[in-house]
């Protein structure tokens, strides 16, 4: 037998495998140790680097030699030990059978042998397996049987792996609660042992449970977490990560992040061609495009989530899509789509209900080990046989009778269940049709109300157009026709008509601003506005604009200051020269004499900023909050100037349209400066990847 296990070990050694010192070393100790427990103690340390590395196939050769000799040298400890690898060597190969065979086998010998500790990792890695393979309440029993021993020892490897299967377990169950606990427990190992994969695992879980739980916040930095441990090259868990990670900002209404992480979420999966991950990210950019009111966007994004849910049936994803699906057509008005779509979506939970596991209640009692046998009750009771020997006529003219009573009954019982189950069957056909059809017309309510809601904003709109076309552009037409009027009329001569010009050229400009400002609020209000972006110099904006307030600045003496440079941004350029318009007016607006106004431009993060500052009057924090309202806003200017409050919240409405963000900082009796960012390249909708 010595022999034999040199020659094996000698093989082993000259075999082809790259294998550590300590591995190389415990093999030239065993070569040369006596065949008596010293040998199986170092056998079983190779046994547990072979197994830590994964090859399992050269840990079952030692297996069996140190069995063998371990049974020779009648070495129990032995035995048990390397049955216990054995079993932990036939999971990882997924021979389940033999697996628990060998657990319970160990388990016996370290029963005998009164060593609780083994029992314990027994334990453990028995309810370990019976929870992967769904037998969770005996896998629940196992592993808290031994799980406050693991723990009272700090063997962390045994508790690891016991808690992500107590998680596991409690979540299939619905015990989110208790899923979390554990898998927090098996996070704080994880730190410990620093496993990165680990750490990426049980941060994941956590997030996913808080996911369900509609703890979006917590959710994310758990997502975030799992993130931060992933390589920077490791695309296949940023994949994973990242569509989840914006479906739980969209929950949380973050929805310009969530575009971000969709985005990369989305392009990332495609270049790994994860269909699943391309999936998840196609049904959350649906569900943002939708939020946002980017409907065709939304529906096209959808439908090609439909269709790849659908060949890889992934049910609960089609069940978000299909009702998506629904609330997007319902949104838009149809209502036969939206209803189709909604009977799909009943299809699918129906099927998805009928397969979940049931509910059973967990209770946290461990196995408890004992000898007790019950006893087998072997007594038979004994049958009197009846004597059919002497039977005669009239008995059975009797049991003929009894028959056919029994036959008349049963068929009376038959007809009366078949009626029974044609009016029942009836019925719920009745009661379904009747229920299809309060499901549509709560749809079609839904769908009125929606409508009733864009009418009535879109009255308010009108209401606001004619209220301020009827008083501020009125205004200034009728101003600018009274000076006409007297001039067709002779009664101003030349000398007076020169000095009127410049008021009548400033009234004429204020008419240009507001018809300009009406007429872009009102579409932004219809989302009819669409921008057409171009790269062009925002210094040449600036110069042209400020042609237009040079008059009014010079009546107020007003300073200009000009720090702007030579530089481009790519947006739509009559968007950006009305922003620019309407801050440049503003200023003067709220400017006294001697006042200045600085206009500049830099570059920040890859974007450009533009600002247009002044030393004026100032804002008070109060009225700041109301600047970018969706209300309007307006207070009378230094030389009483008019306004309609609608400038800034046209500004808003341009910029963010072009993909960027306008903001203010102010100061009463000192001066107000607006920020606006825009981008200096391309920039692809955030949502319509």
Known sequence: MKKLFVILCFLILSAGYSQNDELESLMLDLTF???????VNTSLKII??????????????F?????????????????????YFKALIFNKKEDYINALNQYKKAKSLYATLKDTVSIAKVNSQLGVVEIEHGNYTTGLKYALSGIKILEKKQLNEELSS?????????????????????????????????????????????AQLYLQKKEYNKAIRYFENALNYAKTNDDEIKAEILPELGGAYIKNEKFKIAAEYLVEGIKLNRKLDNTNGILISLNNLGELNYLKKNFRTAESQLLEAGKIGRLENNKEQLLKNYSLMKSLDSTKGNFESAFAWQREYFKIKNSIDAQKPKIITIVEEPIIEDNLQIAENNNVLALDQPNNSMVNK??????????YALLAAFAIVLVFFVLFYMKRK???????????????????????????????????????????????????????????????????????????????????????LLLFNLLNWSKSQMQSL??????????????????????????????????????????????????????????????????????????SNGNAIISVSDSGVGISVENQHKLFGGNTFTTV????????????????????????????DSEENVGSTFFVELPKTRVENPVNT
């Open 394 to 403: 009239k008995s059975l003219d009797r049991l003929k009778l009894v028959f």
């Open 162 to 206: 016991t808690y992500k299967s107590l998680a596991k377990a409690y979540q299939n169950n619905g015990s989110f609660e208790k899923a979390i606990d554990y898998n927090l427990k098996s996070l704080e190992i994880e730190e410990l042992t620093n496993d990165s994969d680990g750490l990426i695992n049980a941060n994941k879980n956590l």
């Open 33 to 39: 140790q006596e065949n008596d427990s010293t040998k």
């Open 637 to 664: 200017g230094t030389n009483n100037e008019k306004g309609t409050g609608l400038g800034l919240t046209i500004c808003r409405e341009l910029v963010e349209l072009n993909q960027g963000r306008i903001w203010v």
């Open 426 to 512: 009836s019925r719920v056909k009745y009661t379904r049709e009747l229920e299809a059809k309060n499901q549509k017309i709560e749809l079609q309510n839904e769908a009125i109300l929606e409508q009733s809601k864009h009418l009535e904003s879109i009255n308010k709109v009108k209401d606001k157009l004619f209220s301020i076309v009827s008083h501020d552009l009125k205004d200034s037409l009728t101003s600018t026709k009274g000076f006409i009027d007297l001039l067709k009329e002779g009664q101003l001569s030349q000398e007076e008509f020169h000095n009127l010009l410049p008021e009548l050229s400033e009234n004429a400009n204020n008419a240009s």
């Open 63 to 83: 297996v069996k030699k140190t069995e063998e000799i371990s049974e020779e040298l009648n070495y129990q400890k032995g035995v048990a030990n390397v049955i």
């Open 530 to 603: 669409k921008p057409k972006p171009s790269l062009f110099d925002v210094q040449e904006v600036f110069f042209e604009k400020i042609k237009l307030v040079e008059q009014k600045m010079q009546v107020k003496g007003i300073k200009l200051i000009d720090n702007t440079l030579r530089d481009f941004v790519y947006a739509d350029r009559s968007m950006v020269e009305i922003v620019i318009q309407n801050l440049l007016a503003n200023a003067v607006k709220f400017c006294t004499i001697g006042d200045s106004i600085t206009i500049a431009n830099t570059i």
């Open 48 to 61: 547990k680097l072979l197994y830590d590395s994964q090859e399992y196939d050269r840990a079952l050769k």
